[in-house]
T-cell receptor, first 117, second 112 residues
Framework: EPEVTQTPSHQVTQMGQEVILRCVPI?????FYWYRQILGQKVEFLVS????????KSEIFDDQFSVERPDGSNFTLKIRSTKLEDSAMYFC???????????????FGAGSRLTVL | EDKVVQSPLSLVVHEGDTVTLNCSYEVTNFRSLLWYKQEKKAPTFLFMLTSSGIEKKSGRLSSILDKKELFSILNITATQTGDSAIYLCAVESPGGGNKLTFGTGTQLKVEL
């Protein structure tokens, strides 16, 4: 079964450092997302990406965050200068185009745990 | 602000019991409601509901949506220890991103 792949599975970084989280969405999917889950809290939407541009972003997704699809397969989330409160599990997700016979649901990757010290 | 509320927050049952998990929502724009199961890491898809009153079923799991009262329930019959997980409810909003707004989840533990 196709899956969304994320690397690294766990990253520890110092406050102020730049971090890039990588994702390989399902190959024929067109819509890409990043969500995060702070330990013990709910999963929160960060950003959606379609046709090489951001289609929607949340208040969390400030100037410190950026996303990129540098080639045909990878989808990255960059945090320019990490803060302690960026410590969380970051989930990448993707979905295809809605079909007339049904809807394509979001498929999540296993997540990248970011720990900022 | 869109809101999704799940109850109970946690639940401990014995194998063979039937459980009902609740999800209520208040969103500006509604497209669908989804249930996910989260074990170790990634949420895995269970159901998508778009129409009121139509039960979706998969094995021992079933779910139904009430768009008038703005809630959904997830039922699990004859629970097994493998059902132990966090069950997430999320509402999809139409728009540029079709983003999901999640509830806090219900942590279910099934004991022998």
């Amino acid at each position: 079964e196709p899956e969304v792949t994320q690397t690294p599975s766990h990253q520890v970084t110092q406050m102020g450092q730049e971090v890039i989280l990588r994702c390989v969405p399902i190959s024929n999917h067109l819509y890409f997302y990043w969500y995060r889950q702070i330990l013990g809290q709910k999963v929160e939407f960060l950003v959606s990406f379609y046709n090489n541009e951001i289609s929607e972003k949340s208040e969390i997704f400030d100037d410190q965050f950026s996303v990129e699809r540098p080639d045909g397969s990878n989808f990255t989330l960059k945090i320019r200068s990490t803060k302690l409160e960026d410590s969380a599990m970051y989930f990448c997700a993707s979905r295809g185009r809605r079909a007339s016979s049904g809807a394509n649901v979001l498929t999540f990757g296993a997540g990248s745990r970011l720990t900022v010290l | 602000e869109d809101k999704v509320v799940q109850s109970p927050l946690s639940l401990v049952v014995h194998e063979g019991d039937t459980v009902t998990l609740n999800c209520s929502y208040e969103v500006t724009n509604f497209r669908s409601l989804l249930w996910y199961k989260q074990e170790k890491k990634a949420p895995t898809f269970l159901f998508m509901l778009t129409s009121s009153g139509i039960e979706k079923k998969s094995g021992r799991l079933s779910s139904i949506l009430d768009k008038k009262e703005l809630f959904s329930i997830l039922n699990i019959t004859a629970t097994q220890t493998g059902d132990s997980a966090i069950y997430l409810c999320a509402v999809e909003s139409p728009g540029g991103g079709n983003k999901l707004t999640f509830g806090t989840g219900t942590q279910l533990k099934v004991e022998l």
